[in-house]
């Protein structure tokens, strides 16, 4: 199972259960390599070019399948023709994050203090990250850097250290750092508050009214992968993410179920396409070589 986030990460955690569930499922060991790097277009390109025998399978969702197109002038593959949908996943919310030093207690507050202080900049490491940070930079006015991580830990290093003034992190990850005393969250980037942080705002509540971006995962297969393959993988995942155990699991790390199958996941990601185009040109991101 490739995942093109670092080890340690949320999507890694995610890819780490799954992989379990799922060998329990199939009675195999299931092995999770992590390919972090380019905002996860390393992992999928590897999974794009495995053979189709239902042996390698991506984690993957809106960061490649969905926003890659229009970050990219040029990807290593196709999002729709060089994959098989297996079935969907989970619905995962973003967390704005400061350092737990800064004097900041809201969005307001962090606003205001990044147009007093004039020379600013946030961190990212996927494309929901920078999508976030680019609308909320658009939307409130602020003249501040994007710095590209290779991986999320490398970002809340610097934020710890004062480099950058403020990350959108996957709440799995993200709010497990504030419990730690390591960040401190101020609002979630999707429309409605999560189970996991029912205290924290939106960043629609906020002051940023309409501001809504709720990545997605999924499963898929190289292109080609036969139908009784993907039919008996999307049937033991299904079966996973029904679970009691899972919906408590997803709910810890402030997601929640995507229920679907291939079908689903088909048609959505071509929904998500076009969406995702639309925010980001609204955010004014151009695509780079």
Known sequence: MYVGYAAG???????????QKLSEKAG???????KPGATATIAAEAASRAKPDGYTILLTGSSTH????????KLPFDPIKDFTPITTVEKLAFVMMVDAGTPATSVADLTAHLKRKGKTSYGT????????????????????????YKA??????????????FMFIDAGFGLQQAKEGHLRALAVT?????????DLPTMAE????????????GMYGPAGLPQPIRDKLERWFNEIIASE???AFFARSGAEPFVGNAKVLADFQVEEIEKWGRIFRAAGVQPEG
């Open 190 to 198: 999707s429309a409605n508050r999560i189970e996991a942080a029912p």
């Open 206 to 217: 906020s002051g940023f009214p309409g501001f809504d971006l709720t990545p997605w995962w």
């Open 125 to 148: 490491s996927n494309t929901t990250a920078l999508a976030a940070g680019e609308l909320y930079k658009s939307m409130a006015g602020l003249d501040t850097l994007r710095v590209n």
């Open 66 to 73: 969905a926003t890659g197109p229009w970050l990219f002038k």
């Open 9 to 19: 990460s949320g999507a890694d955690l995610l890819a780490r259960y799954l992989g």
């Open 245 to 247: 155990e899972t919906k």
């Open 28 to 34: 195999r060991p299931v092995i999770v390599e992590n």
């Open 152 to 165: 999320t830990q490398e970002g809340v290093r610097d934020l710890n250290a004062g480099l950058i003034d």
